[in-house]
């Protein structure tokens, strides 16, 4: 049967399990559009082009599932970029389709013309210009198992306007035939049987561990490893949510604004298990004494994320739940050289629960002012278990990250590599259609949620009843806190000015608008937010200079924190 | 130090952009690049000649490996390999150096390809320090203009690179 090259689109997109989309129309999938009016699959439809890409990005995040995103030509695909670029450096398994100019004229500098393969080329794990429909659903077919295999990115597909509207026969490929490209999956089974040997001599050993986890879905392998070898872990940002932080081996955050006895375990520890972590600028502080006096084991599924910044004694290439299934299975059949193990290292443990008390997570609690950290504490005793999180970034973000004791995997989504202000709200709104039934709440900043605040449109509109919790400073915080610290308290630029009112900014979107401008008035306005159905926009006036400690100034080595104000 | 690094690919749209937007972006360096079509019509064969000690090397040999249309990559410099490069080189030539110039263009089993009244035009192949070698004594008489396409690299013996 012949399709026309948007139904063989949809149809392509059916076949790869999608249900949901995200996007905004214009004249370039205008045809898109009209097929997808009776289409089943449904479309949400956002009020910027990045929100939708945030919103898909989420989506994937939260379900393990690839992410979908429609966007029109020239400025409808320039406004995905930031969204791409931030799913691309957390490895986010999407697929972004954008409509194109008809290809005779592509090259002319037509109406609403852009290069978005040349210009997402560095942000896209790969991308298509589709110029033959007859290489339209071998295309679809590519772009989907590159994306949610291997290391996980967005992959963009460009659709000109006449390939969209020509026909051919629609047959969906069975399979995917790509020569260059074989993500290697299975662990060497030698090389982990020396990381297994690395363990059993190890006297300080830690676990770093990144996102990886949760993008292989490897958390309960993780857990075994750690329990059974009782070796602590220290997480990155991106992996808050992939070890449960109430747990007694968890360390915490590491970095820049890590937990005091995470950046001491690491800085002290003579072996370095980094699974699914790439050693960020954030988290290594001064590389060269990051670590340094340990041996390091680095298991990745993507070899450059391998010896890039630092040097690795033992390289493991895989799937991290393979490779740490493997290795569980290594150790238990050591039981009493594990044994040993956890004898031998009892002393590190003592060590480590020393650094825990002397200098724990925490900031001074105040009886009228809000503190966000407080609020955030609340948060967390009053949601669910399994909440979804999202953020924006800055310093609610890095509280978030210290403070929120998160338990379940895929609970926690953020913006750790490109660090991009306006994620969180389109993310919640994702996360949020992904799981209706779930409590999904955004911790955002003045600042930043104004970056993407038309969201609470699209929010109204699908009748998402996402909690937002904005921790409002009237400044640009995280900045100021650097210029305070570092630039002598010369707040160029980063006071907000005359304070907004957020109440009514919710109310003229027709959300419930609450505000706490004292302590003891925090716990009342979140509880009333989550009896209350629909979208809810808190507002907590909170104390206005709080600086996020402990802090790594730049160039510094991570133990060298400075620990109060 | 100097490597010469082969690189399969696909013969597809944007490709050569997703190699050299790789070399910008992560601030490596690219000496010399060449590239046609190999005997498969599908596949192109790029050499890339490339300067960085162990680390950056092991870091562009593992991101080309990367993209998607990248089949094969071959670090020649620690193999047996032959490197030819072609050049054409337009010298000034008087009356009394013309002599000279074809002694030279002899030695180096050069060829003169076009002659005017004030110049030779010479085509050499061979090893980039042979090319290197003529182009220092032709210097003298006043190089014009010279174009050199960049050393093509193919390994020793009997095995072929796929392609
Ligand atoms: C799109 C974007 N622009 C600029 C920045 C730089 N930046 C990082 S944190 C920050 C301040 C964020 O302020 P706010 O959202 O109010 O959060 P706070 O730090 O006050 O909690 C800025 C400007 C960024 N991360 N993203």
């Not at chain 1, 209350?532 to 400690?549: A, C, D, Q």
């Amino acid at each position: 049967m012949k399709l026309t090259g948007s139904q063989i689109l949809l149809e392509s997109l059916g076949r790869e399990g999608v249900d949901l989309v995200f996007g905004y129309p214009g004249g370039a999938v205008i045809n898109i559009y009209d097929d997808l009016f009776s289409s089943p699959i449904e479309h949400i439809l956002t009020r910027h082009e990045q929100a939708a890409v945030h919103a898909a990005d989420a989506y994937a995040r939260s379900t393990g599932k690839v992410g979908v995103v429609i966007a029109t030509s020239g400025p409808g695909a320039t406004n995905t970029v930031t969204g791409i670029a931030t799913a691309y450096m957390d490895s986010i398994p999407m697929v972004v389709i954008t409509g194109q100019v008809p290809t005779p004229l592509i090259g002319n500098d037509a109406f609403q013309e852009a290069d978005i393969c040349g210009i997402t080329r560095p942000c896209t794990k790969h991308n298509y210009l589709v110029k033959d429909i007859r290489d339209l659903a071998r295309t679809v077919k590519e772009a989907f198992y590159i994306a949610r295999t291997g290391r996980p990115g967005p992959v963009l597909i460009d659709l000109p306007k006449d390939v969209q509207v020509s026909t051919c026969d629609f047959v969906y490929p069975d399979s995917v035939e790509l020569r260059g490209y074989k993500p290697t999956y299975a662990g060497n089974v030698r090389q982990i049987e020396k990381a297994a040997q690395m363990i059993l001599q190890a006297r300080r050993p830690v676990l770093y561990v990144g996102g990886g986890i949760n993008l292989s879905a490897a958390n309960s392998e993780l857990l075994t490893l750690a329990e059974q070898t009782r070796m602590p872990v220290a997480t990155t940002l991106m992996a808050m949510s992939a070890f449960p932080q109430q747990h007694p081996l968890a360390l915490g955050m590491l970095g820049m604004h890590g937990a005091y006895c995470a950046n001491m375990s690491v800085t002290e520890c003579d072996l370095l298990i980094a699974i699914g972590a790439r050693f960020d600028d954030r988290v290594t502080g001064r590389i060269d004494s990051f670590a340094e006096k340990a041996r390091v084991i680095h298991v990745d599924i993507d070899p450059t994320s391998i010896k890039k910044n630092v040097s690795v004694d033992l390289p493991i290439v895989g799937d991290l739940k393979d490779v740490l299934a493997k290795l569980n299975a290594s150790l238990t059949v050591k039981g009493a050289e594990v044994d040993e193990l956890i004898e031998a290292t009892t002393a590190w443990r003592e060590t480590i629960d020393g650094w825990k008390k002397k200098h724990p997570m925490t900031y001074r609690s105040s009886k009228s002012v809000i503190k966000p950290q407080f609020v955030i504490e609340k948060l967390r005793e009053l949601s669910a278990d399994d909440a979804i999180i999202t953020t924006e970034v800055g310093q609610h973000q890095m509280w978030t990250a210290q403070f929120f004791k998160f338990t379940q995997p895929r609970t926690f989504l953020t913006s750790g590599g490109l660090g991009t202000m306006g994620f969180g709200l389109p993310a919640a709104l994702g996360a949020q259609a992904a799981f209706p039934e779930r409590q999904v709440i955004d911790i955002s900043g003045d600042g930043s949620f104004q970056m993407n605040s038309q969201e609470l449109a699209t929010l109204m509109q699908y009748q998402l009843p996402v909690k937002i919790a904005i921790l409002n400073n009237n400044f640009l915080g995280m900045v100021r806190q650097w210029q305070q610290m570092f630039f002598e308290k010369r707040y160029s630029q980063t006071c907000l000015g005359l304070p907004i009112d957020f109440v009514k900014l919710a109310q003229a979107y027709g959300a419930t608008g609450l505000r706490a401008t004292r302590n003891d008035e925090v716990e009342g306005v979140i509880r009333e937010a989550f009896a209350t159905p629909g979208p809810v926009l808190m507002e907590f006036k909170i104390s206005r200079e709080e600086n996020v400690l402990p802090m790594v100034p730049a160039g510094k080595a991570i133990h060298e924190m400075v620990l109060a104000s | 130090m100097k490597h010469t690094i082969s690189v399969l690919v696909e013969n597809e749209f944007g490709v050569l952009s997703r190699v050299s937007g790789l070399f910008s972006g992560r601030g490596f360096n690219i000496e010399s690049l060449s590239v046609a079509p190999t005997l498969d019509p599908d596949t192109s064969r790029m050499t890339i000649v490339t300067t960085g000690d162990d680390r950056i090397l092991e870091q562009i040999t593992k991101q080309l490996n990367k993209l998607i249309s990248t089949i094969k990559v071959v670090d020649f410099t620690a193999k047996d390999f032959i490197a030819r490069e072609l050049a054409l080189i337009k010298v000034s030539t008087e009356a009394e150096t013309r002599a000279e110039a074809l002694r030279i263009v002899d030695i180096f089993r050069a060829k003169v390809i076009d002659v005017t009244p004030k110049t030779y035009t010479i085509e050499i192949t061979g090893a980039p320090a042979k090319i290197n070698g003529i182009i220092e004594l032709l210097r003298p008489m006043g190089i014009k203009e010279i174009v050199r396409s960049g050393p093509v690299v193919i390994g020793r013996g009997a095995k072929g690179v796929a392609g």
